[in-house]
């Protein structure tokens, strides 16, 4: 996963999914998706040179477990994933996933609770997502240390709306953001 100031789109609202196949990113995240349409989807997606995440804690009709996890590999295609659950991210590793842990800083208790399961896990994720994305600028270098991972990227994500807030996000040395803002893809 190489991420170089990209804005994810977050296709949260199908009307836009047309709009988040001509974006510039090489990614697409669908938050939404359930098992009934994730597969056509990723079949436009791919047509399209879209890589496809999904997130393992949001996607309907699905169970985060092993058999799961192949499942989405090799009959949806899913190229990586997101989720605050290291066993479902360690199961998609495993299968040459790229894999995001995601983080809600909620307070200093559970930045200190996310830093310790990166430090005590044996999965190398590819990519922190830190929510929500004003606060993960506050306190970056603080993140980025707590994080200390080599080659780990970093995505800020949750309320970003705005073309200002984008600028703030990668000037503080973010490498991506995820947003369903549809302006900013």
Same mark, same amino acid.
């Given at each position: 996963?190489?991420?170089?100031?990209?804005? %994810?789109?977050?296709?949260?609202?199908? $009307?836009?999914?047309?709009?988040?196949?001509?974006? &510039?990113?090489? @990614?697409?995240?669908?938050?939404?998706?359930?098992?009934?349409?994730?597969?056509?989807?990723?079949?436009?997606?791919?047509?399209?040179?879209?890589?496809?995440?999904?997130? *393992?804690?949001? /996607?309907?009709?699905?169970?985060?477990?092993?058999?799961? %996890? +192949?499942?989405?590999?090799?009959? @949806?295609?899913?190229?990586?994933? %997101?989720?605050?659950?290291? +066993?479902? *991210?360690? @199961?998609? $590793?495993?299968?040459? /996933?790229? +894999?995001?842990?995601?983080?809600?800083?909620?307070?200093? &208790?559970? /930045?200190?609770?996310?830093?310790?399961?990166?430090?005590?896990?044996?999965?190398?994720?590819?990519?922190?997502?830190?929510?929500?994305?004003?606060?993960?600028?506050?306190?970056?270098? /603080?993140?980025?240390?707590?994080?200390?991972?080599?080659?780990?990227?970093?995505?800020?994500?949750?309320?970003?709306?705005? $073309? @200002?807030?984008?600028? $703030?996000?990668?000037?503080?040395?973010?490498?991506?953001?995820?947003?369903?803002?549809?302006?900013?893809?």
């Amino acid at each position: 996963m190489n991420l170089n100031n990209t804005i %994810i789109p977050s296709v949260r609202n199908y $009307k836009y999914f047309e709009h988040a196949l001509k974006s &510039r990113s090489e @990614y697409i995240l669908l938050p939404d998706a359930d098992i009934g349409n994730l597969q056509s989807m990723i079949g436009k997606c791919h047509k399209a040179e879209k890589k496809v995440l999904v997130h *393992l804690e949001l /996607l309907g009709g699905f169970k985060p477990d092993q058999a799961g %996890i +192949t499942v989405l590999k090799n009959f @949806y295609k899913v190229d990586g994933v %997101i989720s605050s659950n290291f +066993t479902a *991210l360690r @199961y998609a $590793k495993k299968e040459g /996933l790229d +894999t995001i842990f995601r983080v809600l800083l909620m307070d200093s &208790r559970s /930045l200190e609770q996310a830093s310790n399961m990166v430090k005590n896990n044996s999965v190398d994720v590819d990519a922190i997502e830190l929510l929500p994305a004003e606060y993960a600028c506050t306190c970056f270098d /603080l993140l980025k240390r707590s994080f200390n991972q080599a080659n780990t990227q970093f995505i800020a994500g949750g309320f970003v709306k705005r $073309k @200002y807030q984008v600028e $703030k996000i990668f000037y503080t040395g973010f490498n991506g953001i995820t947003t369903s803002e549809h302006t900013l893809w």
